[in-house]
């Protein structure tokens, strides 16, 4: 079988990415091991919402038209809303189709599934930047007589058993699944490293409204002094909900849930944290004051003072005097531990010597290291907003810019072999 390009992953980013395959006339096919929005119906918790406005979600030629455009997605809804998109642009997605292996064969891919082999000109990995979760290697010293599990596998509280809950991470998943769980009557102890604090409002306005004005989402890949760093960020502490709660620290602190460090060990029975936690909580209050002094500026600057709130600050992340530094699991009656240290890619399936040693890809904003092979939905691909749902749309524009040239100089060199051909005959 042979197609010129071949998109692996029907997530929002690989249909952005067949959107404009199509509107610029490119043969192609996407490829889903299992339905459209896979990852959205299997590895998401039954309460999450997107943390991202409706309105936050502007794939090419297709958006939010409802009548709640500041609400926030639930799971069914942000299903619905990538399926749809998929029929309204009529992608050419063939479901339950997982990729077993690409390779490179003369200067042609060839992409393997159960159904045999297809060769092409370019692929494009659309297959996710969360496919595996990312669990420290202290994970191996946690008694067996405590259940772990991480926040891809993590649906409800029912599913752990009674008693207390010891999550590890404050990102975006630990803080909402760490809230979740303290709500349901299971005291929570939260393992905290680097984090990024942000409120979820902000003179009267949501913060990712006051992100997109000021250009924050915008910032490119060239412009960041440490891209390497800024790649791996941890997300925002943000949830999205009815109330428009933020779920920060100090919220979590005021429901019950203990602060501790970053998890640093497990010896037996007890858990060491860091000492860091002060310093980490001072790091991420500094930094978001920061980001509302952007705004500020900016807001200052765009003479929009009078249309919005008036300029303030949040309180200092607040913390016991002296967090513990070891805890007994079995004294405190902790039960489980749950992961939410991450995510990484799996590329298990890719056998093109584009990898690093830390088996990430080689890419320079998508373009990967080897001819006619590209990825999207990774963190800070081409822009800050590259792994959101909204940053697909400019990422897949250009990286179709630059993928149909690189198929017109193909085809031109062959056309031009071709007609050298009966001289050489
Ligand atoms: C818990 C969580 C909450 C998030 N909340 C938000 C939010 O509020 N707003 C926002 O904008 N973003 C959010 N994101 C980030 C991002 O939008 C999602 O991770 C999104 O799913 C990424 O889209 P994608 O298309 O890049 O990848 P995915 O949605 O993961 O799609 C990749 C697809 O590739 C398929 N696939 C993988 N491997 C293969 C293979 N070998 N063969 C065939 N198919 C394959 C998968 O089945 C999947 O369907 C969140 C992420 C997580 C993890």
């Given at each position: 079988?042979?197609?010129?390009?071949?998109?692996?992953?029907?997530?929002?980013?690989?249909?952005?990415?067949?959107?404009?395959?199509?509107?610029?006339?490119?043969?192609?096919?996407?490829?889903?091991?299992?339905?459209?929005a896979?990852?959205w119906?299997?590895?998401?918790?039954?309460?999450?919402?997107l943390?991202?406005?409706?309105?936050?979600?502007?794939?090419?030629?297709?958006?939010?038209?409802?009548?709640?455009?500041?609400?926030?997605r639930t799971m069914?809804e942000t299903i619905?809303f990538i399926?749809?998109?998929?029929?309204?642009?009529?992608?050419?997605?063939?479901?339950?189709?997982?990729?077993?292996?690409?390779?490179?064969?003369?200067?042609?891919?060839?992409?393997?599934?159960?159904?045999?082999?297809?060769?092409?000109?370019?692929?494009?990995?659309?297959?996710?930047?969360?496919?595996?979760?990312?669990?420290?290697?202290?994970?191996?010293?946690?008694?067996?007589?405590?259940?772990?599990?991480?926040?891809?596998?993590?649906?409800?509280?029912?599913?752990?058993?009674?008693?207390?809950?010891?999550?590890?991470?404050?990102?975006?998943?630990?803080?909402?699944?760490?809230?979740?769980?303290?709500?349901?009557?299971?005291?929570?102890?939260?393992?905290?490293?680097?984090?990024?604090?942000?409120?979820?409002?902000?003179?009267?306005?949501?913060?990712?409204?006051?992100?997109?004005?000021?250009?924050?989402?915008?910032?490119?890949?060239?412009?960041?002094?440490?891209?390497?760093?800024?790649?791996?960020?941890?997300?925002?502490?943000?949830?999205?909900?009815?109330?428009?709660?933020?779920?920060?620290?100090?919220?979590?602190?005021?429901?019950?849930?203990?602060?501790?460090?970053?998890?640093?060990?497990?010896?037996?029975?007890?858990?060491?944290?860091?000492?860091?936690?002060?310093?980490?909580?001072?790091?991420?209050?500094?930094?978001?004051?920061?980001?509302?002094?952007?705004?500020?500026?900016?807001?200052?600057?765009?003479?929009?003072?009078?249309?919005?709130?008036?300029?303030?600050?949040?309180?200092?992340?607040?913390?016991?005097?002296?967090?513990?530094?070891?805890?007994?699991?079995?004294?405190?009656?902790?039960?489980?531990?749950?992961?939410?240290?991450?995510?990484?890619?799996?590329?298990?399936?890719?056998?093109?010597?584009?990898?690093?040693?830390?088996?990430?890809?080689?890419?320079?904003?998508?373009?990967?290291?080897?001819?006619?092979?590209?990825?999207?939905?990774?963190?800070?691909?081409?822009?800050?907003?590259?792994?959101?749902?909204?940053?697909?749309?400019?990422?897949?524009?250009?990286?179709?810019?630059?993928?149909?040239?690189?198929?017109?100089?193909?085809?031109?060199?062959?056309?031009?072999?071709?007609?050298?051909?009966?001289?050489?005959?």
């Amino acid at each position: 079988m042979k197609t010129t390009t071949i998109v692996i992953g029907a997530g929002h980013a690989g249909l952005a990415m067949s959107r404009c395959l199509a509107n610029r006339s490119i043969d192609h096919v996407v490829l889903e091991r299992g339905e459209v929005a896979h990852s959205w119906r299997t590895e998401r918790w039954d309460s999450l919402r997107l943390l991202t406005p409706n309105w936050q979600s502007r794939l090419p030629d297709f958006g939010y038209e409802g009548g709640d455009p500041d609400g926030f997605r639930t799971m069914p809804e942000t299903i619905d809303f990538i399926a749809r998109y998929a029929h309204a642009i009529s992608a050419p997605v063939r479901t339950h189709t997982a990729v077993t292996s690409v390779t490179r064969s003369g200067d042609c891919y060839e992409v393997q599934t159960p159904e045999g082999t297809r060769r092409c000109r370019a692929v494009v990995l659309a297959t996710g930047a969360c496919n595996l979760p990312h669990v420290p290697a202290v994970a191996e010293a946690v008694p067996r007589t405590i259940e772990t599990m991480t926040a891809s596998r993590y649906r409800n509280p029912d599913q752990l058993p009674p008693g207390g809950v010891l999550v590890v991470g404050a990102s975006a998943s630990g803080t909402q699944i760490a809230d979740e769980l303290q709500r349901s009557g299971r005291p929570v102890t939260l393992a905290v490293g680097e984090h990024v604090r942000v409120p979820r409002t902000y003179r009267g306005r949501d913060i990712k409204w006051w992100m997109d004005v000021v250009g924050v989402l915008d910032e490119g890949y060239g412009e960041v002094d440490n891209l390497e760093r800024v790649r791996s960020l941890p997300s925002l502490q943000l949830a999205g909900s009815d109330d428009r709660r933020t779920i920060d620290l100090n919220a979590l602190s005021d429901i019950g849930v203990r602060l501790v460090g970053r998890l640093a060990g497990v010896s037996g029975d007890r858990a060491l944290f860091s000492g860091s936690l002060r310093n980490q909580c001072a790091l991420a209050d500094l930094k978001m004051n920061r980001l509302l002094d952007r705004i500020d500026t900016w807001a200052s600057e765009q003479g929009i003072d009078d249309r919005v709130g008036p300029p303030h600050r949040f309180d200092a992340t607040r913390m016991e005097e002296s967090p513990p530094l070891q805890l007994n699991l079995a004294a405190e009656g902790i039960r489980t531990v749950l992961w939410a240290t991450g995510f990484r890619p799996d590329y298990s399936w890719l056998h093109v010597p584009v990898l690093d040693r830390k088996g990430r890809l080689r890419h320079d904003g998508g373009v990967i290291e080897a001819p006619g092979l590209y990825v999207i939905g990774l963190p800070f691909l081409r822009r800050r907003k590259s792994s959101l749902i909204d940053g697909a749309a400019d990422d897949a524009r250009e990286l179709t810019t630059h993928l149909a040239r690189y198929l017109d100089r193909r085809g031109a060199a062959e056309r031009a072999s071709s007609q050298e051909a009966p001289l050489n005959v």
